[in-house]
């Protein structure tokens, strides 16, 4: 049952431009932090051996609200003294490789879920995660805000890659190129299970605005893909 983590986030996130993009209420986040400290806890008292009976959707939902929730207590560890949630780091250790929330048997880091359970090879293969788990910047697509479920998992993955890629600070079409976000390139194998990240671009032409001769170009590539420069900032409220 997510739906203290949903309430959360229906109170404390913030749709602007549109709906492409979110600020988060960590104040609000900060008042309510008793109730999110009890969302994990319910999150970890799951036994692995249950986890991975349950339908691949449900395991995906709760992993992706998992790494959400983790994120945001993690910023709220030192909420609100920091710029950046890099600044939870050090020299030699990121903040997504600190171990600090308890899972599935385990004290695990944001990169433990992320890289060690959601992108497992032969796990998920779901290339659209990475619009989905949020890490706390502005660069990363939105935090959406509602919980994941298993039940319209594939309606939520299908609206918040629309909804990224619909952000024209992120991702647009340019003369001669495509520029889109550097999360393509830092994922791009990701996308090989879909056709490739090429074949996965042009297939959401109509949210990235392109014209059908964009989509082919895109595909045959002989337009040029461009990466822009990423926005560490927290994505915090102002």
């Not at 929730?69 to 560890?77: D, W």
């Not at 920091?82 to 490789?97: F, N, Q, Y």
């Not at 090989?192 to 959401?204: C, D, E, I, K, N």
Request: hydrophobic share 45%; with cysteine.
């Amino acid at each position: 049952d997510h739906g203290i983590w949903d309430g959360l986030l229906q109170r404390h996130v913030r749709p602007i431009r549109g709906g492409v993009a979110t600020q988060v209420d960590y104040a609000g986040m900060a008042r309510e932090r008793a109730l999110l400290k009890g969302y994990l806890d319910a999150l970890a008292a799951v036994p692995e051996a249950d986890f991975l009976r349950w339908p691949k959707p449900e395991r995906l939902a709760f992993l992706i609200n998992g790494y959400n929730a983790g994120t945001v207590e993690l910023v709220l560890t030192a909420w609100p003294k920091l710029a950046s949630i890099k600044d939870l780091g050090s020299l030699l250790t990121s903040p997504w490789k600190q171990r600090f929330m308890s899972l599935l048997g385990q004290t695990r880091s944001l990169d433990d879920i992320e890289q060690g359970l959601i992108r497992a090879k032969g796990g998920f293969d779901e290339p659209r995660i990475h619009l989905a788990v949020n890490c706390a910047r502005i660069g990363c697509p939105a935090l959406r805000p509602e919980a994941y479920t298993a039940a319209r998992l594939e309606a939520q993955l299908a609206d918040a890659t629309r909804g990224f890629l619909a952000d024209r600070t992120r991702n647009r079409a340019a003369a001669g190129a495509l520029e889109v976000s550097s999360i393509f390139k830092w994922y791009g194998d990701d996308f090989v299970p879909v056709g490739g990240l090429r074949t996965f671009l042009a297939s959401q032409g109509t949210a990235l605005g392109l014209t059908d001769a964009q989509r082919a170009a895109v595909v045959d590539g002989s337009l040029k893909i461009v990466f822009l420069d990423y926005d560490w900032r927290l994505n915090g409220m102002p």
